[in-house]
Nanobody, 124 residues
Framework: QVQLVESGGGLVQAGGSLRLSCAASGRTFSTYTMGWFRQAPGKEREFVAA????????NYADSVKGRFTISRDRAKDTLYLQMNSLKPEDTAVYYC?????????????????WGQGTQVTVSS
């Protein structure tokens, strides 16, 4: 089992920045892919970014490329999402997810483990 706990959400003005953290515990992460998803009110949960834990290879949704950066601290078993140039349309609950599958995984069904989510609100 893997436990994921997100933190770092909050209220920010458009153009501002936030950094989300996801602390992972439980099984080893040597074969895991970890990702960030988000869900706005009335919308489906969507892919934001993913990272392969060992190689560090990343992939991003087109809507956040150039603004968001996913990274990890292997010593702390923590995943991060640095969000810059935030827009009101970035407002959502952000979820951390993990899976034992390697790859550029973008579907919610490809991830087995989920955190509880952290709210990000961007005001205009």
């Amino acid at each position: 089992q893997v436990q994921l706990v997100e933190s770092g959400g909050g209220l920010v003005q458009a153009g501002g920045s936030l950094r989300l953290s996801c602390a992972a515990s439980g099984r080893t992460f040597s074969t895991y892919t970890m990702g960030w998803f988000r869900q706005a009110p009335g919308k489906e949960r969507e892919f934001v970014a993913a990272l392969m834990w060992v190689s560090g290879v990343t992939n991003y949704a087109d809507s956040v490329k150039g603004r968001f950066t996913i990274s990890r601290d292997r010593a702390k078993d923590t995943l991060y999402l640095q969000m810059n140039s935030l827009k009101p349309e970035d407002t959502a609950v952000y979820y951390c997810a993990a899976t034992p599958r390697p790859g550029r995984l973008v579907l919610t069904t490809q991830y087995e483990y989920w955190g509880q989510g952290t709210q990000v609100t961007v005001s205009s």
